[in-house]
C-alpha cells in the first residue's frame, strides 16, 4: 500500500519506478531511512497553486484513477490476503492491540476537519449510497442477519434481501414474525374485520399491531393483523 502510494507521488522518478514495482518492498533500513526523510515534512493541505499542478500531471492518466476493475482486482486480492488463516490471525491478534489503538486514533487525530469539511464528507458519503449501491449490499448480505433497533424503536433485522416485506434486505422484526405466522395472502384486521394485503399500491396495508403496545415485545401471540384506521386508533388510547 505505501509502496503504491509512493509510486504515485514520486512518478517519473527511479525510485516511483522501483517502488511501484510488483512485489517490492524496501529493506528495514531504507523504509527507517525514508521515514526519516519525511519527518517534518509537511504533506497537504496543499496550496491551491499545487494542487493545480497535481491536477495538471495527472490529467488523463489512467494508472491514477481508479477504476471498477482495479478496485475488484483490489478487493479481491484482500479477499484472499484474509483468507489466509496465518494471516487472518495475526492481524485479528494485532487489532486488539494497545499500539494498532494508538496508531488508529493518531491516524485521525492527525487530520483536523473543519465542520464545513466534516459536512462535505457525511454528505459524499450519504450521496454515494445510491438505491443500486444500496440493492448490491443487500444482495451480499444476503442471509446474514444482524438485528438492531431503528430511529422509531423497532427491531430490525438486515440480510432479508428478496423477502417480499424487505427493503434494501431489511425487515421490522414483527412484520417477518406474522407474516411467518399467517403466510402472504394477508388477514383480516383483528378489531374491525376489514380485509387486508400486506402490500397494497407499493405501501404497507396491513400493520402489524403489539397488544401490550411494546414495540420490541416480538413473540407471536403479542402480534396481531390490523388496518391503519385501528392501529391509530388504538394508539391514541
Ligand atoms: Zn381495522
Not at 510488483?22 to 531504507?30: A, D, I, L, V
Not at 493518531?106 to 449501491?133: F, M, N, V, Y
Not at 397488544?211 to 388504538?234: I, W, Y
Request: with cysteine; hydrophobic share 30%; glycine share 8%.
Amino acid at each position: 500500500m505505501t509502496a503504491r502510494r509512493c509510486a504515485r507521488v514520486q512518478r517519473g522518478t527511479f525510485v516511483g519506478w522501483l517502488m511501484g514495482k510488483k512485489g517490492f518492498r524496501p529493506s528495514e533500513e531504507t523504509r527507517r531511512k525514508m521515514s526519516e526523510t519525511r519527518r517534518g515534512r509537511k504533506r497537504g493541505p496543499h496550496s491551491e497553486e499545487t494542487k493545480q499542478k497535481i491536477a495538471a500531471a495527472l490529467r488523463g492518466k489512467k494508472g491514477y484513477v481508479r477504476t471498477e476493475e482495479h478496485r475488484e482486482a483490489a478487493r479481491e486480492r484482500m479477499v484472499a490476503k484474509w483468507n489466509e488463516e496465518d494471516y487472518r490471525a495475526h492481524m485479528l491478534e494485532a487489532f486488539r492491540s494497545e499500539e494498532y489503538r494508538k496508531k488508529q486514533s493518531l491516524g485521525s487525530t492527525g487530520r483536523p476537519q473543519s465542520p464545513e469539511q466534516r459536512q462535505k464528507i457525511a454528505q459524499k458519503t450519504k450521496e454515494s449510497w445510491t438505491a443500486e449501491r444500496r440493492a448490491k449490499m443487500a444482495e451480499k448480505r444476503k442471509g446474514i442477519h444482524s438485528r438492531t433497533i431503528d430511529p422509531d424503536g423497532y427491531v430490525m433485522l438486515s440480510g432479508y434481501g428478496g423477502h417480499p416485506l424487505a427493503l434494501n434486505g431489511r425487515v421490522r422484526e414483527h412484520r417477518l414474525v406474522l407474516w411467518e405466522k399467517l403466510g402472504s395472502a394477508g388477514a383480516a384486521c383483528e378489531w374491525c374485520g376489514a380485509p387486508l394485503a400486506w402490500k397494497s399500491a407499493g405501501k404497507d396495508e396491513l400493520v402489524v399491531d403489539h397488544l401490550n403496545f411494546d414495540k420490541q415485545d416480538n413473540r407471536d401471540e403479542n402480534l396481531v393483523p390490523s388496518c391503519r384506521g385501528c392501529n391509530t386508533a388504538r394508539e391514541k388510547t
